[in-house]
């Protein structure tokens, strides 16, 4: 498959979770870009951390050390969107089943149940976008280089597991 289809559906289902956020309250794009990059950096997809670095700093408005904490695995510095990261990484990681704690801590740092559907569809949409980035080996595009992200020093340090994967070129 050309890389630019898988662009295009890529694209196209970030675009279907952000009309749904829309639907149910306004979103903020910066919580939004927020939950992307952590399911992203979660599934180490290249493309899409490139692509959503540099969607949150250039017109999300991610705080730049907010943004470098969340690439590189260090303690997010706004309480809020640390939590959101947080809560984030535990609903992808245990596969949608956190403990009462984990979905008390998310609540009590002012979210919302609504807002616990729309992190399961991030992670719904964003894992078919990564899985497909990953199997297809979709490059990055010019526009997102500067924002690349070391995944082998991430996940080195991260102790994350890397499969193998497969190569249909």
């Known amino acids: ?48 951390v490139a692509a959503h670095s540099m969607i949150a700093d250039k017109m999300s408005k991610v705080p730049p050390p ?4 969340i690439r590189d695995g260090s303690a997010i510095p706004d309480e809020k ?38 992190i399961i569809l ?3 949409v964003k894992t078919l976008s990564n899985y497909s980035n990953h199997l297809f080996h979709t490059p990055v595009d010019d526009m997102f280089v500067g924002y690349a992200w070391p995944k082998k020093e991430f996940l080195d340090q991260h102790s994350a597991p890397v499969a193998a994967v497969a190569d249909f070129d």
């Open 66 to 69: 907010v943004l470098a904490a």
């Open 1 to 48: 498959m050309a890389a630019w289809r898988i662009r295009l559906v890529c694209w196209l289902l970030t675009w279907t979770v952000t009309i749904g956020s829309a639907r149910t309250r306004p979103s903020p794009r910066a919580e939004q870009e927020v939950v992307f990059l952590t399911i992203s950096i979660g599934n180490g997809c290249d493309y899409c």
């Open 122 to 124: 991030a992670i719904a």
């Open 81 to 118: 969107l640390a939590a959101l990261s947080k809560f984030t990484a535990v609903m992808r990681s245990t596969r949608g089943l956190p403990s009462s704690a984990d979905v008390r801590a998310f609540l009590s740092a002012g979210y919302h149940e609504p807002q616990i559907l729309e």
